[in-house]
């Protein structure tokens, strides 16, 4: 399954979830219910407010969700916190 490329978007930075799973000390986790992920990332200051998420859905489609509230955890470094806010569907573009 080919994955959507970042390169294409130049307003905001984009985090794919699908990067980041699966390996210690780059995992981010998405609470879905709750519009939240967590998780951990060897560069930390990756994600930042206003940016651009986005993770597969059972329909196959790709969410589009906008980054707010990002915190970072002094212990340790690389753990942090972040919510959601949907913005739609990347074949909606």
Known sequence: MSRPSAKT???AH???L??????WGD???LIWDQQRVI???PNRYEVK????????MESGKIARLRIKNVK???DP???????????GYLEDL
């Open 9 to 11: 978007e130049s307003a």
């Open 49 to 56: 407010d206003g940016g651009e998420f986005r993770c597969r």
């Open 72 to 74: 970072y955890f002094p």
């Open 18 to 23: 699908w990067d980041h799973q699966g390996r």
């Open 39 to 41: 998780g951990h990332l």
């Open 77 to 87: 470094k690389d753990m942090l916190v972040f919510d959601l806010d949907p913005i």
């Open 14 to 16: 984009v985090v794919n």
């Open 27 to 29: 995992n981010l986790e």
